[in-house]
């Protein structure tokens, strides 16, 4: 089994699979400059958002700390940050100065002072151009899986979640751990249920009441609303797929957790630790929310595992896709990568796990992903803690 992959080493030390320039938009108003030069450029990426004006403070600062998470982000050989004029606490110099640590190639295009949209088009469509030419000739390089962080997430989940599909994610955390790589989940209200798994699994006591904290947090942020989770989770299709309740849902989600001890624990799109091992992160269940904040914390590629299918990409970080219900499988074969529903036939974990694994090394090599080969961005959301001012 192979404990390296081919990336394109970055002046920070850390190592992208992709060599992509990131047109990243400080604000919604900013979004249609983005969009644009990813239509007319080969190799461009957006991430757009409908936020970045009028939040409360802690929300604004959410909000930079996502955009500058994913600027650092390895798979962005170069980086374009769009604003539309200036705001206090989340500019695009504010931004970029913070993504030029990393050494990368970093411009701003500020749409206001540019003399409007078509002066500012111009400039992100040559400075686009430029940048390709820049990074292009960088050639992927032999590297340790230790330089890899192992982003996981599952949605739609089913009765077949907790059976096959995780455990083959959690399989593949173990591999990745025991080259000295990280693994990096989140979705706190799926640990709702498993407070004492956590305790069993925690490195240190601190890291067992971080954890336990985040889940206190969720519950009264939700009690505080004048409901309860029930109702919202589990979700529908949850429901339809035969769970019942959200432990059950959750002692389920944690099979991708692997068999390691739980290493560290951050907030929201924080940057994890150097220390190998498995890492958790606060996030909703929202699967857009949740796999935008591992991205954040420099994921390079996830495998998003799925009970009723799902088409879920998000556009920086590599998101692949697994099942283990055949049904879904053959209904959703066109934007997933792995089935592993023969687990439900005699298949062991370590065969099913091993060729989930093969298509993470292959994907970090830099084999496409189906919805990669669509260009299906839609998972990009910046998960947020109070109201528009």
């Known amino acids: 089994m192979r404990d390296f992959f081919f990336g394109y080493p970055r002046p920070d030390g850390q190592v992208g699979i992709r060599n992509h320039v990131l047109l990243l938009s400080g604000t919604l108003y900013a979004n249609p400059t983005c969009e644009r030069v990813v239509g007319m450029v080969q190799n461009t990426i957006p991430i757009v958002h409908p936020l970045g004006r ?37 500019t695009a ?5 913070e993504v030029s640590q990393s050494g990368k190639p970093v411009a701003v ?3 206001r002072h540019e003399g409007g949209a078509l002066a500012a088009l111009e400039k992100a ?17 032999k590297t340790p899986l230790a330089k890899l962080i192992y982003g996981f997430n599952c949605g739609t989940s089913d009765v077949t979640s907790g059976l096959a ?67 919202s989770q589990p979700t ?4 339809a797929g035969g769970l019942s309740t959200i432990e059950e849902k959750s002692l389920g989600a944690m099979q991708k957790w692997g068999t390691k001890p739980i290493v560290g624990a951050v907030e929201y799109a924080e940057p994890i ?7 958790l992160m606060d996030t909703p269940g929202h699967g857009g929310e949740s796999i935008t904040g591992i991205a954040a914390a420099g994921s390079q590629v996830m495998s998003f595992s799925t009970g009723g299918g799902h088409t879920i990409n998000h556009p920086l970080m590599i998101t692949m896709r697994l099942t283990g219900n055949r049904e879904s499988w053959e209904r959703m074969k066109d934007t997933m990568e792995v089935d592993v529903s023969d687990m439900f036939e005699g298949a062991s974990l370590d065969e099913a796990g091993e060729r989930l694994f093969d298509e993470v090394i292959d994907l970090c090599d830099g084999k496409m992903t189906k919805a990669e080969a669509l260009r ?14």
């Open 273 to 279: 630790g150097p220390e190998p091992g498995l890492w």
């Open 93 to 97: 110099d504010d931004i970029a100065h």
């Open 165 to 231: 599909h995780n455990r083959c994610v959690g399989w593949v955390c173990d591999r990745v751990i025991e080259a000295g790589g990280r693994a990096l989940g989140a979705e706190t209200t799926e640990m709702m249920g498993g407070e004492e798994l956590i305790k069993a699994r925690a490195k240190t006591p601190a890291v067992a009441d971080k954890l336990l904290g985040f889940i206190d947090r969720m519950e009264k942020s939700i009690m505080a609303c004048g409901v309860d989770l029930r109702g």
């Open 54 to 90: 009028c939040q409360i403070a802690p929300d604004l600062a959410r909000t930079f700390k996502t955009l500058v998470g994913h600027g650092l982000n390895p798979n962005a050989g170069a980086v374009i940050v769009v604003d539309h004029f200036k705001e206090q606490g989340c």
């Open 125 to 141: 469509l040559r400075l686009a151009v430029d940048f390709n030419r820049q990074i292009n000739t960088q050639q992927r390089e």
């Open 236 to 239: 529908g299709d949850n429901i």
């Open 109 to 111: 295009v500020n749409i």
């Open 376 to 389: 299906e961005f839609n998972a990009f959301a910046i998960n947020r803690c109070g109201p528009s001012v």
